[in-house]
């Protein structure tokens, strides 16, 4: 008798799971109008966010609390966000994509991935819509204007895949060195290549002095695995610096320069400072999202690196200088400098342009397109924006006596403010850069939004970040098909610029040469060749945009 | 209860017994099978259907049969994803699929025979299960978390083991950032992940010997090292036949994450295998026709190579596995 019950239960449960799986979620098909710029009826969206480890839920916060209750006053919209890894934003998203669980509103800095989904039919074509509803999206227009919202669009089929976020400023890329260990051996800050080098030596040779009982633990020089961003100034101070828009554009398919004239030359400096000893012998065999580099460098054991215009500051007391002074004293710090000189001896480096960052755009999947759409005008509101940024006074930030805001860092007991991004860029997803109700404040407060960090030296970091800077321009000249063709470029890039840094220097042209030839072999060339043919079609002969 | 001692006994009287009987007598058992049985329709049957996917150019929102059949500037090509996966990249992640398996199994298969067989001659209980316990371990350990321990222990400056050469002024070894080295540290860490799960299996099949083989041996004058030759050995020699011939099916497959974990841009030319090489160029990119044509290759060949084995087995006198 046992054996048949537990038998039937069985097979009960097997067919109750099976129906389960059958069963179509039962949805409202009524399309709810807005009323008094409300819809009728709740509709519920998904909203991706990045993913920082922070001290809080990156999708159940403060501020997502915030937003949520906000959307569902003003249009009764129930939002839900979605975490995802911020360092590995592009393969996520991929797999979310893939598996058809992607949020309503995702937004990436790679646009080819929207490309390639919007090519399997992947993506809502944002055009017919932003057209029908543009009455309804004020703030979205204010903040974006035409140029960022129909920034992708194609010159030919006129479609719309996304609308890329604003920039509220440009600055882009820093090169960073320790103030206290130059000063501690009576040294100006390098003004040149030559003598950014001779400061590596230094380090390398002093470094009994500098770190005591940790001197095996130098690194004069931090480098990642991704060295066209973490060598970046050095490699674009080898490109010819009247360098014509047209050829920035043909070999623009990424932005870490890999196929640009110089690029070697800068890489082979690399090598040789690498097997001199001056960077760190590890960075290869850490991958995307490792904090190891991080690490070292709050650790106080390397000497320069570089990055993010303002990546030593970030993080409020987790923020590389707090971290320095907590256990070095207040000396002890990064300073921005500019070093790499050009072949006119200008600083020539790159800047973001304002439009271009990051691009939101919503899957197919996406069933509530005008709830979505109302949500990216709401995230584009002034004072929306400038909540998110700067939080509650006596919180997240402190008024200074000429008005300014002074960002500070979140007490124990207010935790829950934390932001988990520098200025909630994470939920901010149309602006990035400090965005406050005027200019003259926003200009104001710049060099206080960063807590526990010295406003000088992020002052500082700003002036060197604008110095001899150029803002790449916008040329849209359709859909490039060979960029969506699906090769892994950017790996085989990386492994070509990490393999010519540690080769030996006799190895060096093979080892360059060998990984340029199978980058180009496998699509670069492509690419290039398309990009090429379609300027020219655009723009015939013209080298230069206007 | 009574039906069951009915028909008991039918089989002895020659006939051929029905199905139906069978089903009538044992019902209950049927229905426990069914559920397995449904498990592999839904979950392994039923997604075969997609294999059309590499034939076809992939598209969104739309079913499966209705996608159309892979084209090349218009000209139906079904074979295009299986001809554009097939580039250099590809022979060089086959290549090194096949060498990186082939090395797995060269070092790694006998590990955990010769540790069962050196357990079984261990007299003491408690240390036994012990040394067993802690072999067992680093089973239960994710790839990640290995590769993180391997570079706390041989990266170049920060590892562990390699602080300690550079004290006694050697050159560091590059365990993880050069092709040579880092195959011997992947196949190492590989036999030190594996081989103490996979002794269990073997410990299960000593212990099905006979222990009069082992007395009767002892009487012949048979030392411990005979005794392991020429008793337990061939105990246990179907069940490697049986484990080998498993081996040798998954030779151009093999697990992504552990490679995928342990890789990196340094050693990519040895290191990228099939796994690594269709997520990098069709998962990551979203070319699911690409993937599934090389998933199918690697099906079909694996199959190959499973039937090879187990005919070839089955020559050398042993059952095989079908």
């Known amino acids: 008798m046992k054996r048949k019950l537990v038998a039937l239960l069985l097979a009960v449960s097997m067919l109750l799971a099976l129906t389960a799986c059958g069963k179509k979620n039962a949805k409202d098909p009524s399309n709810g109008e807005l009323v008094d710029g409300k819809f009728t009826t709740t509709r519920s969206i998904t909203v991706e966010v990045y993913d920082r480890d922070g001290k809080t839920p990156a999708d159940n916060n403060v501020w997502t609390d915030w937003i949520k209750k906000q959307m569902l006053e003003r249009y009764n919209v129930e939002v839900t966000f979605k975490a995802v890894p911020r360092w590995t934003e592009v ?90 260990w130059l000063d501690k051996l009576g040294m100006k800050a390098p003004t040149t290549t030559e003598e950014f080098e001779k400061m590596l030596v230094a380090f390398k040779d002093n470094a009994d002095k500098l770190l005591g009982k940790d001197a095996a633990q130098m690194i004069p020089m931090m480098l990642t695995f991704d060295v066209g961003w973490t060598a970046a100034p ?197 602006c990035n850069g400090l965005r406050l109700s005027t200019v003259e404040l926003t200009q104001k407060s710049l060099a206080y939004t960063y807590a526990e960090v010295d406003p000088k030296d992020v002052a500082n970091a700003m002036v060197v970040a604008e110095q001899d800077a150029v803002s790449p321009k916008n040329v849209n000249v359709g859909e490039i098909a060979s960029e969506a063709e699906g090769t892994d470029l950017t790996g085989k890039r990386d492994k070509t610029y990490d393999n010519a840094v540690v080769c030996s220097v006799a190895d060096f042209d093979k080892v360059w040469d060998e990984g340029m030839k199978e980058y180009l072999n496998a699509g670069g060339q492509a690419i290039i060749n398309e990009r090429k043919a379609a300027w020219e079609k655009t723009y015939g002969n013209k080298e230069n945009l206007d | 209860m009574k039906k069951v001692a009915k028909n008991a006994g039918l089989e002895k009287t020659g006939k051929k017994v029905k199905f139906s009987v069978y089903m009538k007598r044992y019902w209950q058992l049927y229905l426990m099978l069914a559920l397995p049985i449904i498990y592999l329709l839904i979950f392994k049957y039923a997604p075969m259907r997609y294999i059309l996917i590499a034939f076809k150019d992939y598209k969104l929102n739309t079913k499966l049969l209705d996608m159309p059949w892979a084209s090349t500037a218009g000209q139906v090509d079904i074979f295009k994803y299986f001809k554009k996966a097939m580039n250099v990249d590809f022979y060089n992640a086959l290549r090194n699929n096949v060498v990186l398996n082939l090395l797995d199994l060269f070092f790694g298969f006998p590990a955990p025979i010769i540790f069962a067989l050196i357990l079984n001659e261990l007299p003491f209980k408690f240390f036994k299960k012990t040394v067993q316990t802690i072999a ?89 090292f005979s005794k392991m030759w020429h008793v337990t050995l061939p105990g246990i020699k179907s069940t490697i036949v049986v484990l080998l011939i498993m081996n040798l099916g998954g030779i151009i497959g093999g697990s992504f994450d552990r490679v995928f974990a342990m890789q990196n841009n340094l050693v990519l030319d040895v290191a990228e295998t099939i796994a690594t090489f269709v997520y990098k160029n069709g998962v990551k990119q979203l070319r699911f026709s690409l993937s599934t044509a090389v998933g199918l290759f690697q099906s079909v060949v694996g199959l190959f190579f499973l039937l090879g084995a187990n005919t070839l087995s089955r020559k050398l006198g042993e059952r095989g596995i079908w």
């Open chain 2, 136 to 224: 067992y371990m680093p089973h239960f350990l994710s790839w990640v978390i290995i590769y993180g321990l391997s570079l706390q222990l041989f990266a170049p400056t920060g590892g562990l083991v390699n602080q300690l050469i550079m004290l006694t002024g050697h050159e560091a070894v590059p365990f993880l950032n050069e092709s040579k080295h880092w195959i011997v540290t992947y196949v190492g860490m590989g036999i030190w992940q594996s081989f103490g799960w996979g002794s269990i299996i073997y410990l299960a099949a000593i212990a099905g010997i006979n222990p009069e083989l082992y007395e009767a041996a002892s009487v012949d004058g048979a030392g411990r």
């Open chain 1, 234 to 430: 050095i490699i674009e101070s080898f490109m010819d610096p009247k360098i014509t828009d047209k050829e920035l554009y043909i070999n623009g398919y990424d932005d870490r320069k890999f196929t640009e004239n110089g690029t070697k030359e800068a890489i082979r400096l690399l090598n040789k400072w690498y097997n001199n000893g001056l960077i760190w012998k590890d960075f290869a065999l850490y991958s995307s999202g490792d904090t190891m580099s991080d690490d070292l460098c709050k650790a106080g054991y390397v000497g320069a690196f570089i990055q993010n215009y303002d990546y030593p500051f970030r993080n409020g007391p987790d923020s590389f200088n707090a971290m320095l002074a907590k256990t070095y004293g207040p000396e002890a710090k990064f300073v921005a400098i500019n070093c790499f000189n050009d072949k006119n001896g200008k600083y020539t480096h790159f800047s973001y342009s304002a439009a271009g960052d990051r691009k939101a755009f919503f899957p197919l999947t996406n069933k509530e397109p005008l709830a979505s759409l109302l949500y990216l005008n709401f995230i584009s509101s002034p004072e929306v924006i400038q909540y998110l940024q700067i939080g509650e006074e006596g919180i997240n930030h402190d008024k200074l006596a000429d008005g300014a805001i002074q960002i500070k860092a979140v007490d124990e007991a207010h935790i829950a403010y934390n932001q988990n991004s520098g200025q909630n860029i994470d939920l901010t997803m149309t």
């Open chain 1, 91 to 180: 393969d996520q998203i991929n797999n979310l994509l893939a598996a058809g669980e992607a949020p309503d509103i995702c937004y990436t800095y790679s646009y080819p991935t929207i490309l390639t989904y919007a090519n399997m039919g992947g993506v809502t074509d944002l055009n017919p819509l932003l057209t029908q509803y543009k009455d309804l999206l004020p703030e979205l227009w204010n903040w974006l204007g035409d140029e960022n919202i129909y920034y992708d669009q194609d010159p030919t089929t006129k479609t719309v895949w996304c609308v890329e976020g604003r920039r509220n400023n440009t600055y882009r890329i820093n090169t960073f060195v320790r103030q206290d």
